[in-house]
């Protein structure tokens, strides 16, 4: 697999593209599930832990719908993961052997399948808007684990795609969950409704007493690329960082509370603890201040530290009231106080419910354009914290040239690129 030009792309403005891809246009494309039909093949392109976790919620979320083909770079990482959904969800697992697919251009062979209506994107996000180009492409609706990219390149194309899909009439659901659990929804709400007065700033935090989850000791059978893939997170080009691949959720929150996204920003950030070749390249704290444009700020936090004090969801500060939201509940305080009642979720199984519903219906859903946005806002605060610059928003979504693609795609030598230092990175 050789990398894809992202000149062309690298041209739109990307505003202008965002809003045009906004829409689903329900328009017929090649693959798109027939409504009044009874199955849903889907295909996973990715089985690692969390994409067999998306798997079984995909599965679990309706009736009718089966797992017909898998793609991975690695035969363990299929085993494991057919075992454990064959386990949780065994009358839906129909993945013949020769619907086995492995390399780096799995994916595309997956992409081959006539009857394959849903595709599951669920790599390491370095690979993903590639990915999402050619199935859009392919015609296939798609579930899109996040974040969508980690380079702004990377975010242009997937915008193109977004905009693509929107043409196509093909659903493309996102794996920002949140907006679909109930106690944000409720709380979301009432923030419209004004019950904690005019937004004066927000936050945004994963302060994670946790280290990687992904982390391996390097066996000596593994190249370099073989390494740093089984230890993804580790890795800029892979991952965007943690601050990227986790934050993405809370900082979508915040784009979604204030209906915008932020003018500038400027970063902190850096390693202490996580130091040594091992951890790879990536920081494990940042601290990033953003700016919406009409008096708005936004404060994020995120660490991957051991031995800390823990907090990770979102504060809403307002002129009447204070809200806080995470996975388990959400509550009001000042002039109108409130607390959720109902059972929190964290919003996945209602998310590909939603997703399995809009093919059946005909119905599309795009969420490409939000996740670009949540994604580049966590890729600018990144940038800035890696080089020690502030960074506007209009230069990082259309002029930046950073782009993480490594030259080539193949089991060998890649050397790791060296840990950003503030003030000497540059700013690409």
């Known amino acids: 697999m050789t990398r ?7 041209r739109r403005e990307f505003n202008k593209t965002v809003a045009a891809a906004g829409v689903g246009l329900a328009i017929p494309a090649s693959g798109v599930f027939a409504s009044g039909s009874d199955t849903i093949r889907v295909a996973m392109v990715g089985c690692g832990e969390r994409g067999t976790v998306d798997a079984v919620y995909c599965l679990k979320s309706a009736p009718g719908v089966e797992l017909v083909a898998v793609a991975d770079l690695f035969p363990d990482r ?19 052997p020769e619907r086995v697919f492995l390399g780096f251009d799995a994916y595309e062979k997956v992409l081959a399948l006539d009857d394959v209506n849903l595709v599951m994107l669920l790599t390491p996000p370095g690979f993903r808007p590639q990915m999402v180009a050619a199935a859009v492409e392919a015609g296939k609706h798609l579930f899109v684990e996040k974040p969508g990219a980690v380079d702004p390149v990377g975010v242009r194309t997937l915008v193109a795609a977004t905009e693509r899909a929107a043409e196509k009439g093909l659903s493309l659901v996102v794996g920002t969950q949140q907006r679909y659990a109930p106690q944000y929804l409720e709380l979301i709400q009432r923030l419209r ?3 904690i007065g005019e ?4 936050e ?58 932020p003018v500038v920003c400027q970063g902190l950030g850096g ?8 951890f790879g390249n990536i920081f494990d704290h940042f601290a990033v201040r953003y700016e919406y444009g009409n ?13 800390i004090s823990t907090r990770v969801g979102n504060v809403l500060h307002g002129t009447k009231g204070t809200a806080q939201v995470n996975r388990a509940t959400a509550t009001i305080t000042g002039e109108s106080p409130w607390e959720f009642t109902g059972d929190g ?10 997703l399995i519903r809009s093919i059946r219906e005909g119905r599309p859903i795009n969420e490409g354009v939000r996740l670009a946005e949540a994604t580049m806002t966590g890729i600018m605060g990144r940038m800035s914290a890696y080089t020690g610059r502030a960074l506007k928003w209009d230069w990082a979504t259309k002029a930046s040239e950073l782009d993480l693609r490594p030259a080539r795609y193949e089991l060998g030598p890649l050397p790791v690129a060296a840990v950003a230092m503030p003030g000497r990175t540059p700013l690409v």
Request: charged share 20%.
């Open 345 to 354: 979720s964290s919003g996945d199984l209602e998310m590909h419910a939603a």
């Open 295 to 307: 008096g708005l700020t936004m404060f994020a936090m995120a660490t991957q530290q051991r031995g």
């Open 271 to 278: 390693r202490q603890v996580r130091t040594g070749p091992e």
């Open 78 to 96: 299929i085993e494991a993961s057919l075992a454990k959904l064959r386990q949780e969800v065994p009358d839906q697992v129909k993945v013949a």
């Open 4 to 10: 894809n030009s992202g000149d062309s792309v690298s």
């Open 204 to 261: 945004a935090l994963w302060i994670g007493d946790m280290e990687l989850w992904h982390y391996h000791d390097r066996q000596p059978s593994w190249s370099d690329m073989e390494w740093q893939i089984r230890c993804w997170p580790l890795f800029t080009w892979l991952s965007g960082d943690h601050y990227v691949e986790q934050l993405v959720h809370n900082l979508d929150v915040v784009n979604w509370v204030a209906d915008a996204t």
């Open 199 to 202: 937004l004066t700033h927000l």
């Open 193 to 195: 409704d004004g019950q």
